[in-house]
């Protein structure tokens, strides 16, 4: 079973809870204080109190760990980042996903082990400016990431079978073909480089290359009868 | 008698009606007092200009001759400018017309007869304040060189020099600094007139019977205090006898003392001043943008979000109660205000046009009480300007719908919704969040189809996207307010239209340049 744990009581931990209500059936708020506890289990949480020096193993018992999934949003940035740490000290292979408030804490959470940082403000500042200078493509985005609507995005690892191994992304008639548009080629030692770049547009696609791919629902649906391994 | 007082008034009624007299004044005005008119400084250079020929001439004319057409300019011309320009001040200082209209809606209102005489005594007084003020009189004294057959009254030809104090505003400013310490400018003025007086006295008692001693009447020992106080010491009148040389030792050690004084007095007053000046300087500067984002707020976001801006190109004013976080924003290179954005005389005091120079307003405050509060007091000042806030807490979301602002901005529900997305398909989330923050050069941008563009490129299937390596999301179609996803080659442009496409900052530039051009 799928679970979720999310560290902390405030306003960014009650919307990853809600948010994360569809895809997760299991989803547990720890939380420092009583009083806390009490009124999240007013509002229909599942909710455990937790201290800063407890022994994580216990995890290992209550959830399947390869299924779980830990939200790291304590208010302050050192309880954070202690607790990021001492997680990843209990389990080296945790999925970890901390919230970070500012660079210097969002550096030392990734010191500290987590695999993934949202940081707060620079999020708040992107979607701030974004609305501004573009208002066009933030709603195109926000549509295709968030809103339900006909656009979606899906990743796709290419498998080895696959008849596109070999050709070069742009000789594809991805348009015309599937209606789908691929937004990035992403390689595993390339590590943070996305296509659309000359280099990697040149280069011919290999087996382990994550193609970024938007498209309609009912065009990926096809796409997703076709081959296999896609995930939206 | 009668006939005449009601010809007089019902005149003067009209003019204060008349739209077009109003505008005429309004413009004189504007072009002589209004600092913020832009056509301002081309009259302020013109009269410049004119000063420094008047004076030049007169420094020409000691040692030579003048041509008559350059003597009738000066005489003449520049005097006949001066003089006008006199006269228009002398107009727009007040309104003569509704000082007359008051005293005899005052007289009508008392049931008694309208008593012109005294409505033009008043007027009288009012223009009488404006005639006896300094900068007046030395326009006043810079006409009277036109009565040049008065050989004596040509000096006044200087006087115009005075006038620059009227054009030049870092003149006007240093008179402004050093009126500020005008009280310890008087008591050093006076400490040093005690000590001149007291000592040329002295010195002359000591010094006028003394045969070798150069000093004979009171004017040489007032010379010889004057120039011995300054500590400039020509050195052509000197104490001779041991009494003198003792007053010397004391005028000397009171002018070095007289001399530091006034420096410091100086430098303080300046010191002092330095901060109201460069606000005076940063509100002249606003005047003069357009498209500003107004950010109410420079905590951590605040200051994030007008630093991208600001890398953006676009021009940006801060406004924070906090004077620390003020001197913050000012030392990023931001025109700042230690302001109350909540307040309507903040903007009164910046004088900023919300509906001809204002963008947006972003309230970044990090607590919804000061965002509400600023919220409402810019939408009681405009109803249209766009205003962005952010949300701390999701049941202030109302209020702030309430005080009217244009678009909310609730950071967790996005953080939740980012956490949510990322839990399935990590790496296509990441490259929208690489994309969004513009780190690796990849950028997602809007291209505006314009007329110009339009001549060249009909459709799609004319636009080379692929040379320059870039990806055509879609187009935002102005006409259906819809996006179109994908489009196909065909796909007809029309103007307003938005092309959206994803690729390397460089090459979009390239792009956007050979959009404009026929292929």
């Known amino acids: 079973m799928k679970s979720a744990v999310i560290f902390g009581y405030n306003e960014f931990a009650l919307e990853i809870a809600q948010s994360l209500k569809t895809k997760y059936s299991d989803i547990t708020l720890f939380v420092l204080e009583d009083s806390d506890r009490n009124l999240l289990k007013d509002k229909g949480f599942k909710v455990s109190k937790f201290d800063l020096s407890d022994d994580w193993s216990m995890f290992e018992t209550d959830y399947d760990l390869e299924h779980l999934i830990v939200f790291c949003a304590l208010q302050e940035s050192s309880e954070n980042i202690f607790l990021t740490i001492s997680l990843r000290a209990t389990f080296e292979k945790l999925l970890i996903i901390a919230l970070s408030t500012d660079q210097e804490s969002g550096r030392k959470l990734k010191m500290a082990g987590a695999n993934k940082i949202i940081p707060i403000t620079q999020t708040t500042v992107n979607i701030i400016t974004e609305m501004l200078e573009r208002p066009f493509v933030t709603e195109i985005l926000n549509n295709i990431l968030y809103a339900d609507k006909d656009l979606k995005i899906m990743q796709w690892e290419l498998p080895a079978d696959v008849e596109f191994i070999g050709s070069n992304i742009e000789d594809i008639d991805w348009k015309y073909r599937f209606g789908l548009v691929v937004l990035a080629v992403i390689r595993e030692n390339l590590d943070t480089s996305f296509i659309y770049t000359k280099k990697a547009n040149s280069e011919p696609l290999r087996e382990g290359d994550i193609l970024v791919i938007i498209g309609f629902k009912y065009d990926i649906a096809n796409f997703e009868s076709m081959y296999k391994g896609v995930t939206e | ?519």
């Open chain 2, 1 to 519: 008698m009668e006939f005449f007082k009601r010809l007089f008034i019902g005149t003067i009624f009209a003019l204060n009606g008349s739209d077009k007299y109003l505008h005429v004044k309004r413009i004189v005005y504007n072009f002589l007092e209004n600092d913020q008119f832009r056509f301002k400084k081309y009259i302020d250079f013109m009269m410049i200009v004119l000063i420094f020929t008047s004076v030049f001439i007169l420094i020409k004319e000691v040692k030579s001759t003048i041509d008559p057409e350059i003597k009738f300019f000066n005489d003449y011309i520049i005097s006949i400018i001066f003089m006008i320009e006199y006269v228009l001040r002398l107009w727009i200082y007040d309104s003569s017309t509704a000082i007359i209209i008051a005293q005899y809606e005052k007289d009508t209102t008392l049931s008694r007869k309208f008593r012109l005489r005294r409505a033009l005594f008043k007027v009288f007084l009012s223009k009488w304040k404006h005639i006896r003020s300094i900068s007046s009189i030395i326009d006043l004294l810079a006409i009277i060189p036109f009565f040049h057959e008065l050989r004596l009254l040509r000096i006044f030809i200087l006087f115009r020099i005075f006038k620059l104090f009227r054009y030049t505003r870092s003149i006007k400013t240093f008179g402004s600094v050093l009126s500020a310490k005008r009280f310890e400018f008087i008591t050093l003025v006076m400490f040093a007139s005690i000590i001149v007086v007291v000592s040329s006295v002295l010195v002359y008692v000591m010094e006028a019977n003394n045969p070798h001693s150069k000093i004979n009447t009171l004017f040489d020992a007032f010379y010889w205090a004057i120039v011995t106080m300054s500590t400039v010491g020509y050195g052509d009148v000197v104490t001779v006898s041991e009494e003198g040389k003792v007053v010397a030792i004391i005028v000397i050690m009171s002018g070095v003392a007289v001399m530091a004084f006034t420096t410091s007095l100086v430098v303080s007053a300046f010191t002092e001043k330095i901060e109201e000046i460069k606000e005076i300087k940063s509100i002249e500067d606003i005047a003069k943008l357009k498209g500003i984002y107004l950010i109410c707020g420079y905590k951590e976001i605040g200051r994030q979000v007008a630093l991208k801006l600001k890398s953006n190109g676009s021009k940006v004013i801060i406004l924070d109660k906090d004077a620390k976080l003020v001197k913050e924003a000012i030392k990023d290179e931001f025109l700042a205000f230690a302001h109350d954005s909540g307040l309507l005389n903040t903007y009164e005091d910046l004088r900023i046009d919300f509906a001809t120079q204002v963008r947006s307003v972003l309230c970044l405050d990090d607590t919804d009480v000061e965002n509400i509060y600023t919220t409402l007091t810019v939408r009681s000042m405009s109803k249209h300007v766009e205003i962005i806030s952010i949300l701390e807490s999701k049941q202030n979301r109302k209020k702030l719908e309430m005080a009217g602002v244009s678009k909310i901005i609730f950071s967790q529900e996005f953080i939740g919704l980012i956490a949510k997305e990322y839990i399935g398909q990590p790496v296509a989330f990441d490259l929208i969040h690489a994309l969004r923050s513009e780190t690796n050069g990849i950028q997602i941008s809007e291209i505006l189809v314009d007329d110009v563009m339009l001549r060249y490129h009909g459709d799609l299937s004319e636009i080379e996207c692929r040379k320059y390596k870039l990806l055509m999301l879609g187009i935002y179609k102005s006409t259906s307010k819809r996006f179109l996803f994908n489009p196909i080659n065909s796909t007809h442009l029309e103007s307003g239209d938005m092309l959206i496409i994803v690729g390397d900052y460089v090459f979009i530039e390239e792009f956007k340049k050979h959009l404009h051009k026929k292929s």
